[in-house]
Nanobody, 120 residues
């Protein structure tokens, strides 16, 4: 599976961005899809995920209530709607795919990342 993330950019605090992750090479309908981020000088952290079996998305506490993840299996694409952005959301955001049901681990395919910068 090849993953291509897009939609990052520069936004002021309180603003919104919508990230997209387009998959190719294989359908994502059988993969748990996730978003992770890595801020400068920090380790990569889990942001959100939706299991391949469906159900509601899982979120990190730091983004709960502000971010919303969705998937469109027909378009082989997942999205991350980010609202009420804060400077601490600044990071490179990565999408990833996992064959299992775990939402924070087991990811085997990773996109190249898209940079989100939130100014104060």
């Amino acid at each position: 599976v090849q993953l291509q993330a897009s939609g990052g950019g520069l936004v002021q605090a309180g603003g919104s961005l919508r990230l997209s992750c387009a998959a190719s090479g294989r359908t994502i309908s059988t993969y748990t899809m996730g978003w992770f981020r890595q801020a400068p000088g920090k380790e990569r952290e889990f942001v959100a995920a939706i299991r391949w079996s469906g159900g509601s998305a899982a979120y990190a506490d730091s983004v709960k209530g502000r971010f919303a993840m969705s998937r469109d299996n027909a378009k082989n694409t997942v999205f991350l709607q980010m609202d009420s952005l804060k400077p601490e959301d600044t990071a490179v955001y990565y999408c990833a795919a996992a064959p299992g049901q775990a939402v924070t681990s087991g990811y085997v395919y990773w996109g190249q990342g898209t940079l989100v910068t939130v100014s104060s």
